[in-house]
Every structure is written in structure tokens, then in C-alpha cells.
Nanobody, 115 residues
Framework: QVSLVETGGGLVQAGGSLRLSCAAS???????MGWFRQAPGKEREFVAT????????YYTDSVKGRFTISRDKPKNTVYLQLNSLKPEDTAVYYC?????????WGQGTQVTVSS
């Protein structure tokens, strides 16, 4: 069983920055850790992912150049640096992990961007 705990959400003005953290505990076979988000009234969407072995990263188009995903392997932690935030980035952000897919999810952390 894997437990994921996200921290770092909050309220920020447009143009500001936040850093989200997700610490994983427990043993499982995994090859990726990613971030998703869900805005009110919308479906959950993919934001970014990092391949655990080689650090390759992938982003949805709307966050490219503004968000950066990174990992600390010894700490089993993944980070999401959010820069140049926009009101449309407001959502609950979820961390997830798994092997070839996302089997384990965190509880989510709220990010609110005011205009």
C-alpha cells in the first residue's frame, strides 16, 4: 500500500508562485509520479508527470513554461513548482503514482489564484 501526502497549496495573487510537495510512503512498483488538478465543475485533468528512473518530464500544454515538476528520489518526494499563476489554475491539485498508470492518489491540496 502507498500513501501520498500533498502539501504547499494556498491562496496567491495572479502572477505569483507556489511549490507543491508530495511525499510517498510504502512499497510499490512504480515508474512515474504525476500531478493532476480538478477545478470546480470540471473533470480532473493531467498537469505533469515525471518518470522516476530517468527524470523525464511531460506537461500539459497550458502549463508548459510556467510549471516545473521535479523529484527527490531518496526522499520519495515529487515537487511541482507553479510560477506565473493565473486564475484559471485554481483547482485542487492531486499527486498520483503507479506503474504504467496511476494507481495511488493523494488527498489533494487547494490552489487558489486571485485576479
Amino acid at each position: 500500500q502507498v500513501s501520498l501526502v500533498e502539501t504547499g497549496g494556498g491562496l496567491v495573487q495572479a502572477g505569483g508562485s507556489l511549490r507543491l510537495s508530495c511525499a510517498a510512503s510504502g512499497r510499490t512498483s512504480r515508474d512515474r509520479m504525476g500531478w493532476f488538478r480538478q477545478a470546480p465543475g470540471k473533470e480532473r485533468e493531467f498537469v505533469a508527470t515525471i518518470i522516476w528512473s530517468d527524470g523525464s518530464t511531460y506537461y500539459t500544454d497550458s502549463v508548459k513554461g510556467r510549471f516545473t515538476i521535479s523529484r527527490d528520489k531518496p526522499k520519495n518526494t515529487v515537487y511541482l513548482q507553479l510560477n506565473s499563476l493565473k486564475p484559471e489554475d485554481t483547482a485542487v491539485y492531486y499527486c498520483a503514482t503507479g506503474y504504467l498508470t496511476y494507481d495511488y492518489w493523494g488527498q489533494g491540496t487547494q490552489v487558489t489564484v486571485s485576479s
